[in-house]
C-alpha cells in the first residue's frame, strides 16, 4: 500500500519543480543554463507518475472495485466549528485520472524538448507547465470539494498563461483572455452550487454529530441523501446544485454554449493544447462529474440534472462535429474533434447517471453506478491518448510545414512518415475503428445511451460519422496528393531551416525527442481499449466491464439489436472514412461542388454558427457594454465615489477632530484616562441597576 | 518547590545577570547581543519541554500550562527578533550602553513571561511592574529631548495606569478575601458578592490592563512613545507588551471573572464597546499621521480593537483566535518595524514622504514593508486575513454580527492608510538612487516575519493547531 506522504508528493513534485523554476531559474540561470528547468520539470513529473501508478497499483491490489481511502489534514481550523480541510481521496477514478495526467504530461514535456527549443520563454513554459501538472494532478486526487475547487481555479490560471504563452500575439493574448472569463463566467455556477451545498446540508445529521466536513467527496452523496430526507433542502434546490456544478464542469469541458473558448484556445503553444486541451484541462469537467457521479444518479432526485448533461453532452457531440468539418486548421479540427468527445463523455456519464436514477430496481441501479466508471472515464482515458498524440502529430507538422493550414499542405506522407502513421492510427483510433482504443470506449457510450437515454442516441450516431469524416479529410489533405509548399514564414525560429532568404520549405521528419512521446502514445492509444495491460487486473478496475466490451464484440448477433450496436457504429465509421475518400483522396465528387450545394449551411458551419458574434457583437457589446455596464458605471461613478469621496472626507473631518485631543499635554492624556474610567464605570452600572 | 516548573525564568533572569556581567568584563562588546540572543534559547527550550506537563509552580502564583507555555514561547521569539535586528542601530545610537540595553530588554520579558503565567493578582502586579520599570527606562534611552519627554510621559501615565489597577485589585480582593484568581473565580460563583462595588473593581482593572496594550482612550500615550522611543524598543513595546496584557486579561476574566453570568455578560459587552471604539479612533487617527512610527503606532491602537473582538466574544474560538492573531500581529508588525529600522538607519527620516520610492532603492525592504503592510490591512494570502477570519467568527459563533460589521468596516478604512505608504514606496519617485544596507540580523529576523506572515496566510493550521490546544483557560 503506497504510505499517505507519497500520495501527497504526487501533488507537490510538479509543485517543488514550479518553484524551482520559478524562483530560482528563471531570476538567476543563464540562457545557456535553460536547458535545466526543462530537466528539472521532466524529472518531477515523472517522479510523479512514478508515484501515480504506485497509486494504481495500490488501489488495484486492495481490491479496486469497493476501495477508497481518504488522506486528510486541517488547513484552517479554529475552535469546533470552523474546519476547513485538505484532503486527497485515492479510489479507482482518482488514480485512473491521476496516472492520465502524469502520463500525458510527462509525455508532453518531453516534447516540448523539441518543440520549444530555443524559444525565448522556454522557462516560461517549464515553469507554467509543473504548476499546470500539480493543479490538474490536485484536482483528480481531492476529497474535498473546496480543495477541489482550488486547483480547480489554479487549472484555470495556468491555462490562462500557457494559452497566452506568445502574449505578444494579440490574438494569443484575447484567446487566453477569453478562455480565462469564459471559464470563470462557468465557475461562478459552481461557487453557487458550493454555497448551496454548506447552506443546505451543514445541517445534516451526519455533519453536526459525527462530524463529516460537509465538503467531503466519498460522503457527499449520503450527506445530500440525508438532507434531502430530512427536508432541509428541496428536491429542485439540489437539482440546482448539481446544475451549478455542472455549469463549472461544461465551462472547463467546454459544453455547449461555453465552447466558444476551446477553439480560439489553440493560440497556445501546440503541447500545451495537447496537454490542457486534449487530455487533462478540458476532461476535468467530465471528471468531476463522474467524481460526483452518484449524486447525479441519486434515484428520483438526480434524474433532472442527469437529463441535463446526457442532452447537453450529445448536442455538443454533434454541434462541435458540424464545425469540424469545414474547418481548414488542422489544430482547430482537432479542437472540435475535442469538443465533440468531450460532449459524447458527458453524454455516455449522463445517459447512465438517468438510468440509475430513473431505474427502480435497486440491483440494476447498484449496476449502473459500476458501470459509470467504465463509460464516461474510459473514454476520457483512451481519448487522453490518442487526442493528445493528433496533437502531437499535428505540431510536429506545423514544426516542419510553418502551418496548420491544411490547404498548404499536401503529400506529407512521404517526408514525414512517423508522423504520417500516427496521424493514422490516432484518426483511426478517434473514429472508433475496431481494435483501436476508441472503438472500444465509444460504443460503451452508445450502447448506454441506446439503453437509458434513446433519443440522445440519434445524435451521437450521427456523430460517429462525422467524425471518421472530419478526421479523414483532414488526412486526405494534408498527407496525400501534392506538395503545396507550406509557409515559409511561421517556421519555427531555432530550426535548421530557418533560413529567412529562402522562399522554400522542405518537410522533414521531426527530432527524435519528438517522434518518441508520440510512439509512446501511439502504442496507448493502440492498446488501452483492449485493457489497461500488465499487473492490473482489467476486470476488476472497469468493474467487469472490459471484457464484457470483447465479448460483445466477438460473440454479438444481429438478433438482439443492442449487440449489433457495435457493428453499426463500425460501418457507420468506416462509411464516414469513404465519404472523405471519395471527396478528398480519390476526388470523384468535387469538393467546391459540393460546398457550393450547401452553401448555406457550410458557411453557417466554417462562420462557428456565428457565436462568437453573438457573444461579442451582441451580448457583450450591445447587451453588457451599453446596457448592464453602463449602469454599473453611473451608479459607481455618482453613487459608490460619491460615498466613498464622502466618507474619506467625513474620516479625515473627524481624524481631525481627534487629533486635536492629542495635545501632547500630560494632564489631557490623564483626564481621558479618567474620563474612560468613569463612562465604563457609568455604562457598567447603568447595566447592573437597569 | 517545583523549580524546573520556572526554570525557563530562572534561566531568563540569569541571562540578563550574566549580560550585565559580562558587559562589565568584556572588551568586545559586540558579543553581547549574540549572547542575549543565543542565549535565548535555554529559556525558549526549557519552555517547550514543559509543554506536556504542567502544573502550577510558587505556591500556586504561577501556571505552568499551556496557555502561559504558547505565550512564553511568543515572547521570546519577539524578544530574539528584536535583539537580532538591533544590534546595528544599538552600535551607532548608543555604544556605550550596550551592555544596559539587552539586559533591560531580557528582564522585561521576563517581566512579560511572569505576566502570561501569573494567577495571583499581587503576582500579576509585581511581574507587570517589572516589565514596564525596564521599558520606561528603555524608552528614554536616546536621551534626547524626544526620548526623555516620551520616557517621563510613559512613566507618569503608566504610574496612574498601576494605581487605577492596583486600586481594582484591592476592590476585588475586598469583595472576595483573596488574591488567587480561582478563588475569585470560587467566590463569585454561586451569586457571592454580586454588589456594584465589585463592579467598579473589575472596570478599575479592565482599565489599567487596557491602558497596557492601549486601547482607546487609554491609547494617548503609545504615538508619543512610539514617536520619542528608539525604534526597537517601539517595535518590541508594539508587540510583546500587548501579547502579555491580552495573556493576563484573558486569564482574569476568564479565571477569576468568568463563571457568573451576571458579570460575564457585562464584560462581554464592555470589551465589545471598547473593541469598536478602539478600532474606530485607531483608524481615524491613522489616516492623519505623516510619520510612520506614528501611523504604525495608531495602527496598533485599531489592531487591538480587531484583538478585543475575540475578547469580546468571550468563547474558546476567542480565546484561540486571539492568540493566533497575536502571533500573526507580532510577525507582521515586527517585520515593518524592523524594515523601518533598517530604512531609518540609512535615511534618518520617518516620515513618510521620505519613504517615496523606496522601491528603487531598496526593492526587498519595500517588498518586505510592504507584505507585512498588506498583512496588517489583513488581505489574503497573508497571515493577517486569517486572523481577523479566525477572530471574526468567535465574534459571530457568539451572535455578536454588529461587532463583526464594525470589524470589517474599520478593516477597509485601515487598507487606506496602510495603501497610502505602499502607494509612495512603489509608485513614488526615488529623491535618491543611494541603496539601502541591512546587516544579517535585520536580514535574518525580516526572512523569518515574511516566511511566518506567508505561510500562516497559506497554511493557518501550522499555528491553529497550537494555538486550539493552548486555548485551555476555562470560564
Not at chain 1, 279 to 304: D, I, K, N, Q
Request: hydrophobic share 55%; glycine share 10%.
Amino acid at each position: 500500500m503506497i504510505p499517505d506522504y507519497a500520495v501527497w508528493l504526487i501533488i507537490f513534485l510538479p509543485v517543488l519543480a514550479f518553484l524551482i523554476n520559478g524562483l530560482i531559474m528563471r531570476p538567476l540561470a543563464k540562457e545557456k543554463n535553460a536547458k535545466y528547468s526543462g530537466y528539472i520539470t521532466i524529472l518531477s513529473i515523472a517522479g510523479s507518475l512514478g508515484l501515480a501508478l504506485w497509486a494504481v497499483y495500490s488501489v488495484a491490489d486492495e481490491g479496486a472495485k469497493e476501495f477508497s481511502h481518504v488522506i486528510s489534514t486541517h488547513w484552517l481550523g479554529v475552535g469546533d466549528n470552523l474546519n476547513i480541510e485538505i484532503s486527497i481521496l485515492l479510489d479507482k477514478l482518482s488514480a485512473t485520472m491521476a496516472l492520465v495526467v502524469g502520463v500525458c504530461s510527462l509525455m508532453i514535456q518531453i516534447y516540448g524538448q523539441g518543440y520549444m527549443k530555443g524559444d525565448t520563454g522556454y522557462m516560461r513554459y517549464y515553469t507554467w507547465m509543473p504548476l499546470f501538472t500539480a493543479a490538474m494532478l490536485g484536482v483528480a486526487l481531492s476529497g474535498n470539494l473546496i480543495f477541489t475547487f482550488v486547483c480547480w481555479e489554479l487549472v484555470g490560471l495556468s491555462s490562462y498563461l500557457l494559452i497566452g504563452f506568445w502574449y505578444h500575439k494579440p490574438s494569443a493574448a484575447a484567446a487566453a483572455k477569453k478562455a480565462f472569463v469564459v471559464t470563470r463566467f462557468a465557475d461562478l455556477g459552481f461557487v453557487m452550487a458550493l454555497v448551496g451545498i454548506y447552506f443546505g446540508m451543514n445541517g445534516t445529521e451526519l455533519v453536526q454529530k459525527e462530524g463529516i466536513n460537509v465538503f467531503d467527496i466519498a460522503n457527499l452523496p449520503d450527506i445530500a441523501h440525508q438532507a434531502i430526507t430530512m427536508g432541509l433542502i428541496s428536491t429542485t434546490g439540489f437539482t440546482w446544485i448539481l446544475l451549478g456544478i455542472f455549469a463549472g464542469a461544461a465551462g472547463k469541458s467546454g459544453q455547449f454554449p461555453l465552447h466558444v473558448w476551446l477553439p480560439d484556445a489553440m493560440e497556445g503553444p501546440t503541447p500545451v493544447s495537447a496537454l490542457i486541451h486534449s487530455s487533462t484541462m478540458v476532461c476535468a469537467g467530465v471528471y468531476l462529474v463522474a467524481r460526483l457521479f452518484p449524486m447525479f444518479a441519486m434515484h428520483e432526485y438526480g434524474e433532472t440534472a442527469a437529463l441535463v448533461v446526457a442532452g447537453l453532452g450529445g448536442f455538443t457531440a454533434i454541434f462541435s462535429a458540424s464545425m469540424g468539418m469545414v474547418m481548414y486548421d488542422i489544430k482547430r479540427v482537432l479542437a472540435y474533434s475535442t469538443l465533440s468527445q468531450l460532449g459524447y463523455m458527458m453524454l455516455g456519464l449522463g445517459a447512465v447517471a438517468y438510468g440509475a436514477a430513473h431505474t427502480s430496481d435497486h440491483h440494476e441501479a447498484e449496476h449502473l453506478m459500476e458501470l459509470a466508471f467504465a463509460i464516461g472515464m474510459f473514454h476520457l482515458f483512451t481519448h487522453a491518448f490518442f487526442k493528445s498524440m493528433l496533437f502531437l502529430a499535428s505540431g510536429s507538422l506545423q514544426h516542419s510545414t510553418g502551418t496548420f493550414d491544411i490547404r498548404l499542405m499536401g503529400g506529407v506522407r512521404k517526408y514525414m512518415p512517423w508522423t504520417f502513421w500516427i496521424f493514422i492510427i490516432g484518426s483511426l483510433s478517434l473514429s472508433g475503428i475496431w481494435p483501436l482504443a476508441g472503438f472500444w470506449s465509444k460504443d460503451g457510450i452508445l450502447l448506454e445511451s441506446w439503453a437509458h437515454t434513446p433519443w440522445f442516441f440519434w445524435l451521437a450516431m450521427i456523430t460517429v460519422f462525422m467524425t471518421a469524416f472530419y478526421m479523414f479529410r483532414a488526412i486526405f489533405m494534408t498527407f496525400f496528393g501534392e506538395w503545396r509548399g507550406g509557409d515559409p514564414s511561421g517556421l519555427h525560429h531555432g530550426d535548421e531551416h530557418d533560413d529567412h532568404g529562402h522562399q522554400e520549405v522542405h518537410p522533414h521528419e521531426s527530432p527524435f525527442v519528438m517522434v518518441a512521446p508520440m510512439v509512446v502514445l501511439c502504442v496507448l492509444a493502440i492498446g488501452s481499449g483492449w485493457a489497461f495491460l500488465g499487473p492490473i487486473d482489467a476486470n476488476a478496475f472497469l468493474g467487469g466491464h472490459s471484457h464484457a466490451f470483447f465479448s460483445v464484440f466477438t460473440e454479438f448477433s444481429l438478433d438482439e439489436a443492442k449487440h449489433s450496436l457495435p457493428l453499426i457504429g463500425l460501418i457507420v465509421a468506416l462509411f464516414g472514412v469513404f465519404v472523405a475518400y471519395a471527396i478528398y483522396g480519390a476526388q470523384w465528387v468535387s469538393n467546391e461542388a459540393i460546398g457550393r450545394a450547401f452553401k448555406p449551411i457550410r458557411t453557417l458551419w466554417y462562420r462557428k454558427y456565428y457565436m462568437d458574434e453573438l457573444y461579442e457583437d451582441v451580448i457583450i457589446r450591445g447587451v453588457l457594454m451599453k446596457g448592464i455596464f453602463w449602469l454599473c458605471a453611473a451608479f459607481d461613478t455618482y453613487v459608490v465615489d460619491g460615498i466613498v469621496n464622502g466618507t474619506a472626507g467625513l474620516a479625515s473631518e473627524v481624524g481631525g477632530l481627534f487629533r486635536k485631543v492629542q495635545t501632547g499635554q500630560l494632564q489631557e492624556y490623564g483626564i481621558a484616562m479618567g474620563f474612560g474610567v468613569v463612562v465604563m464605570l457609568a455604562a457598567v452600572l447603568i447595566g447592573f441597576y437597569g | 518547590m517545583e523549580w524546573h516548573l520556572i526554570s525557563p525564568e530562572l534561566t531568563m533572569a540569569v541571562l540578563a545577570l550574566v549580560v550585565i556581567l559580562l558587559d562589565l568584563v568584556v572588551e568586545k562588546k559586540h558579543y553581547l547581543p549574540i549572547v542575549s540572543a543565543v542565549g535565548l534559547i535555554v529559556p525558549l527550550v526549557l519552555a517547550i519541554d514543559l509543554w506536556n506537563e504542567g502544573g502550577l509552580a510558587m505556591n500556586d502564583m504561577l501556571a505552568v500550562d499551556k496557555f502561559a507555555i504558547f505565550f512564553k514561547v511568543l515572547i521570546l521569539g519577539i524578544t530574539a527578533m528584536v535583539i537580532m535586528s538591533s544590534w546595528r542601530y544599538v552600535n551607532d545610537k548608543f555604544e556605550h550602553l550596550r551592555g544596559e540595553f539587552y539586559a533591560l530588554i531580557l528582564l522585561s520579558a521576563l517581566g512579560l513571561m511572569l505576566m502570561a503565567a501569573a494567577r495571583e493578582m499581587i503576582t500579576i502586579y509585581v511581574s507587570l511592574e517589572l516589565s514596564s520599570m525596564s521599558l520606561y527606562a528603555l524608552t528614554a534611552f536616546l536621551k534626547d529631548r524626544k526620548s526623555t519627554e516620551s520616557g517621563l510621559k510613559y512613566i507618569l501615565l503608566g504610574g496612574i495606569a498601576s494605581a487605577i489597577l492596583l486600586y481594582g485589585m484591592v476592590l476585588v480582593f475586598g469583595f472576595t478575601g483573596t488574591t488567587h484568581l480561582d478563588g475569585i473565580g470560587a467566590a463569585l460563583a454561586d451569586g457571592g458578592a454580586r454588589e456594584p462595588g465589585l463592579l467598579l473593581g473589575v472596570v478599575l482593572i479592565a482599565s489599567g490592563f487596557a491602558f497596557k496594550i492601549g486601547a482607546v482612550p487609554f491609547h494617548m500615550w503609545m504615538p508619543d512613545v512610539y514617536e520619542g522611543a528608539p525604534t526597537p524598543v517601539t517595535a518590541y513595546l508594539s508587540v510583546a507588551s500587548k501579547a502579555a496584557g491580552f495573556a493576563v486579561i484573558l486569564r482574569i476574566f476568564f479565571e477569576a471573572f468568568g463563571e457568573p453570568g451576571w458579570l460575564y455578560d457585562d464584560w462581554s459587552v464592555l470589551w465589545g464597546v471598547l473593541a469598536v471604539v478602539t478600532m474606530s479612533i485607531g483608524n481615524l487617527l491613522a489616516i492623519q499621521q505623516s510619520n510612520i512610527k506614528r501611523l504604525l503606532a495608531y495602527s496598533g491602537v485599531a489592531q487591538v480593537g480587531y484583538i478585543l473582538v475575540g475578547l469580546a466574544a468571550a468563547n474558546a474560538a476567542g480565546q484561540s483566535g486571539i492568540m493566533f492573531y497575536l502571533a500573526v500581529y507580532s510577525l507582521a508588525n515586527l517585520g515593518a518595524f524592523i524594515a523601518v529600522i533598517a530604512i531609518s538607519n540609512k535615511i534618518g527620516s520617518d516620515e513618510i514622504s521620505d519613504y517615496s520610492g523606496m522601491f528603487k532603492r531598496a526593492p526587498v525592504l519595500a517588498l518586505v514593508l510592504g507584505v507585512c503592510l498588506i498583512s496588517l490591512t489583513g488581505i489574503p494570502p497573508t497571515a493577517g486575513f486569517m486572523g481577523k477570519l479566525v477572530v471574526f467568527k468567535a465574534a459571530m459563533d457568539e451572535g455578536m454580527l454588529w461587532l463583526v460589521v464594525f470589524g470589517v468596516v474599520n478593516s477597509v478604512i485601515a487598507a487606506f492608510y496602510y495603501f497610502k505608504v505602499m502607494k509612495v514606496m512603489f509608485i513614488g519617485e526615488a529623491k535618491s538612487l543611494v541603496g539601502i544596507p541591512s546587516d544579517s540580523g535585520i536580514r535574518a529576523a525580516l526572512v523569518i516575519s515574511i516566511f511566518g506572515v506567508l505561510l500562516l496566510g497559506i497554511y493557518p493550521y501550522a499555528l491553529t493547531k497550537w494555538a486550539d490546544i493552548a486555548a485551555v483557560l476555562l470560564p
